[in-house]
């Protein structure tokens, strides 16, 4: 490979992000025989940004629906913040399902790291990811769903379900000696959840918003600062309309599984007909959340 060539050495320069010095061993000269290589052809020099940044980073494609569900995703758990001229995405979690979620939606952006921390006799997955300064619409986390959002509802349903990445749940359930199915989300945040609620109801929906614990109760060691609130839907037809509309935007695999199989018992009525299944999709998310705590104990 002749490195002095203006080509090869822009790839491998620009490209493949190699410093002076590891060109100038590459090709056994010195890194000031590089350095007037790379002037004699007019290869600029990266600023000093641009040396830091171990990993390239990609910018937003500014997708409604992408950026929606993005949102979604901030107003639940996942954090982000500036960190110089990139935004970092940041989300703790025991649950292996999480993990691949957060590196399914941010690793076509930039790198996904993760590192495991020790809290309590427990071990935590900490994912994070740097990410181009076209991710600052995520640095102040949404305490409203937007207007352009609501009004769009392909857009609502990419933030209903990245929201429903961190703060939902789908319950395949026993109700008496029939199969019941409900959706809930459960957050302090009652403006969001109002208007997810008024939005479904715009199409036909009929769901629930209750406050579960007040503000004031005591939980653990210290008091909660804000209500909690839990909505629900609990009509079997709707609980299923909602999952069509969710699992082709949705990116959590635990949530994914859940939804299929509501959607394939959509015909059963008994719960003896359905406890074998249901009961094997409980037991396998169990075993890959206590492998991947055994895995992490290993690792510390």
């Not at 790291?113 to 997955?125: A, F, M, V």
């Not at 959706?183 to 959840?193: P, T, W």
Request: with cysteine; hydrophobic share 40%; charged share 25%.
């Amino acid at each position: 490979m002749n490195v002095r060539h203006p080509d090869i050495l822009n790839r491998l320069y620009w490209k493949e992000k190699k410093s002076l010095s590891q060109i100038a061993k590459e090709a056994k000269v010195s890194h000031k025989t590089v350095w007037n290589w790379m002037r004699n052809y007019c290869i600029p020099r990266r600023t000093r940004s641009q040396a830091l940044m171990r990993y390239p980073k990609k910018p937003f494609s500014n997708n409604s629906i992408e950026k929606a569900y993005l949102l979604g995703l901030r107003a639940g758990d996942i954090s982000a913040t500036q960190h110089r001229k990139q935004v970092q995405v940041i989300v703790g979690t025991t649950h292996p399902a999480q993990i691949k979620m957060f590196e399914r939606v941010f690793m076509g952006y930039g790198h996904v790291g993760k590192y495991l921390y020790r809290q309590d006799n427990r071990c935590k997955w900490y994912i994070h990811c740097l990410l181009d300064k076209s991710f600052s619409f995520l640095i102040k986390k949404p305490r409203t769903i937007p207007d352009q959002i609501i009004k769009d509802f392909n857009a609502c349903m990419a933030f209903l379900a990245g929201y429903t990445a961190a703060e939902g749940n789908w319950n395949i359930c026993k109700q008496g000696t029939y199969l019941g199915l409900v959706f809930r989300l459960r957050s302090y945040d009652y403006v969001i959840l109002a208007q997810i609620r008024e939005k479904l109801i715009e199409i036909g929906f009929h769901p629930q918003l209750k406050l579960e614990i007040s503000k004031g109760t005591e939980r653990g060691y210290s008091k909660l600062v804000q209500d909690f609130w839990v909505f629900s839907i609990a009509r079997r037809a709707e609980v299923i309309r909602l999952a069509q509309c969710l699992l082709p935007l949705s990116k959590h695999e635990e949530k994914i599984r859940k939804m299929r199989l509501a959607l394939k018992l959509s015909a059963e009525k008994y719960w003896k007909n359905c406890k074998g299944r249901v009961v094997a999709l409980r037991h396998a998310i169990k075993r890959e959340v206590e492998n991947s705590a055994k895995a992490a104990n290993l690792k510390l």
